[in-house]
């Protein structure tokens, strides 16, 4: 793992979980730049992981069709007694 820091060039890092580093927030899921000193200390405590291939997510969007209230019949209560 250290030949990836000996360079001291900015490297991509996936973001895991929410954090706060020079006052930039990062996100979960996007990929960041980060110098080698930091990225270390990052990746100890789980904040990020190396980008080696780019995430590429398909997401599916559930399109319900819409609900025409008036055919439904209306619920009503029975009198009580």
């Not at 990836?4 to 895991?16: A, C, N, R, V």
């Amino acid at each position: 793992m250290s030949s990836q820091f000996d360079e001291g060039k900015p490297m991509k890092y996936l973001i895991l979980k929410r954090f706060r580093s020079n006052g930039v927030t990062y996100e979960p899921g996007t990929t960041a730049e980060f110098q080698a000193e930091t990225a270390k200390h990052l990746l100890a405590i789980g904040r990020v992981e190396l980008n080696i291939e780019p995430v590429v997510e398909e997401k599916e969007e559930k399109v319900e069709a819409p609900v025409n209230r008036a055919e439904k019949p209306k619920r009503t209560r029975r009198k009580k007694a």
